[in-house]
């Protein structure tokens, strides 16, 4: 895989310094593609990983999916734990992590698990919590993993979202930040803010919000299909998601 890396930074990072983040050009450094459907742009977990750790801290991202959050941990020097319950997902990760580039200290673990039930990770154990849940059954992502968030429906995910914030709460050090990309739908025509009342999820399960960020989508082009549906039900396409970085 090696052989194939143009390049093992982005050229020109600045760490992102508002509340709104737009990422016109993907990211195509180290091992990351946009193969795997619904994964996130790298520039996020990077400016997460360095604005909220340090290099030596453990990390978890337990929706790993396309493995993004993993190269970019290895890249920084940051441990990660990455957590899945698909199989999938899990050999892309492992595929995505397997390179040498000597200043990529970070060790990366990889295990098959249910991001409800972290229970082989002890209380307070972690740094840092920098994952991209699926947003309901958007995009499904298996056919029948009993595991997967992606095969619910709005109303049976946002239920299942409370274990998993309550997890995330137990493992995560205090004063210590969970950042989690999460995005909108709509049914019938009408906005279902989903990702509100996973912010209120994990409010509940006692996090403080620190930032909430807008970030601009770059995939949602108004033309063909969805445009001419956009104007004959009057709607408009959602372009935008948000990134809610909680304090323990």
Same mark, same amino acid.
């Given at each position: 895989?090696?052989?194939?890396?143009?390049?093992?930074?982005?050229?020109?990072?600045?760490?992102? &310094? #508002?509340?709104?983040?737009?990422?016109?050009? =993907?990211?195509?450094?180290?091992?990351?593609?946009?193969?795997?459907?619904?994964?996130?742009?790298?520039?996020?977990?990077?400016?997460?990983?360095?604005?909220?750790?340090?290099?030596?801290?453990?990390?978890?991202?337990?929706?790993?999916?396309?493995?993004?959050?993993? *190269?970019?941990? $290895?890249? /920084?020097?940051?441990?990660?734990?990455?957590?899945?319950?698909?199989?999938?997902?899990?050999?892309?990760?492992?595929?995505?992590?397997?390179?040498?580039?000597?200043?990529?200290?970070?060790?990366?673990?990889?295990?098959?698990?249910?991001?409800?039930?972290?229970?082989?990770?002890?209380? +307070?154990?972690?740094?840092?919590?920098? #994952?991209?849940?699926?947003? @309901?059954?958007?995009?499904?992502?298996?056919?029948?993993?009993?595991?997967? /968030?992606?095969? /619910?429906? *709005?109303?049976?995910?946002?239920?299942?979202?409370?274990?998993?914030?309550? +997890?995330?709460? =137990?493992?995560?050090?205090?004063?210590?930040?969970?950042?989690?990309?999460?995005?909108?739908?709509?049914? $019938?025509?009408? &906005?279902?803010? &989903?990702?509100?009342?996973? &912010?209120?999820?994990?409010?509940?399960?006692?996090?403080?919000?620190?930032? /909430?960020?807008?970030?601009?989508?770059?995939?949602?082009? @108004?033309?063909?299909?969805?445009?001419?549906?956009?104007?004959?039900?009057?709607?408009?396409?959602?372009?935008?998601?948000?990134?809610?970085?909680? =304090?323990?």
């Amino acid at each position: 895989m090696q052989k194939n890396i143009k390049k093992w930074q982005p050229d020109d990072f600045e760490l992102e &310094m #508002t509340t709104h983040w737009s990422f016109p050009k =993907r990211g195509d450094w180290a091992t990351h593609d946009a193969k795997w459907r619904g994964n996130w742009s790298p520039y996020i977990p990077r400016n997460i990983i360095l604005r909220y750790s340090q290099e030596g801290d453990l990390v978890l991202d337990q929706f790993a999916g396309g493995g993004t959050t993993l *190269v970019e941990a $290895k890249l /920084l020097n940051r441990n990660i734990v990455g957590v899945d319950c698909n199989d999938e997902a899990l050999n892309r990760c492992r595929e995505k992590v397997n390179f040498y580039y000597p200043p990529a200290r970070g060790n990366v673990y990889i295990r098959k698990g249910d991001a409800r039930d972290l229970s082989f990770q002890g209380d +307070e154990s972690l740094d840092l919590i920098c #994952t991209h849940p699926p947003y @309901a059954d958007i995009i499904k992502y298996s056919d029948d993993i009993p595991e997967d /968030l992606s095969l /619910l429906n *709005v109303k049976d995910f946002l239920e299942q979202m409370k274990p998993v914030a309550s +997890e995330c709460y =137990r493992v995560l050090k205090k004063g210590k930040f969970c950042a989690i990309l999460m995005g909108d739908t709509r049914k $019938k025509g009408c &906005m279902i803010p &989903m990702s509100f009342d996973v &912010m209120k999820i994990f409010q509940d399960a006692g996090f403080t919000l620190k930032e /909430l960020v807008i970030k601009e989508q770059h995939n949602c082009r @108004a033309a063909g299909y969805w445009k001419t549906n956009s104007v004959k039900y009057n709607f408009l396409l959602i372009a935008h998601e948000y990134l809610f970085v909680f =304090r323990k």
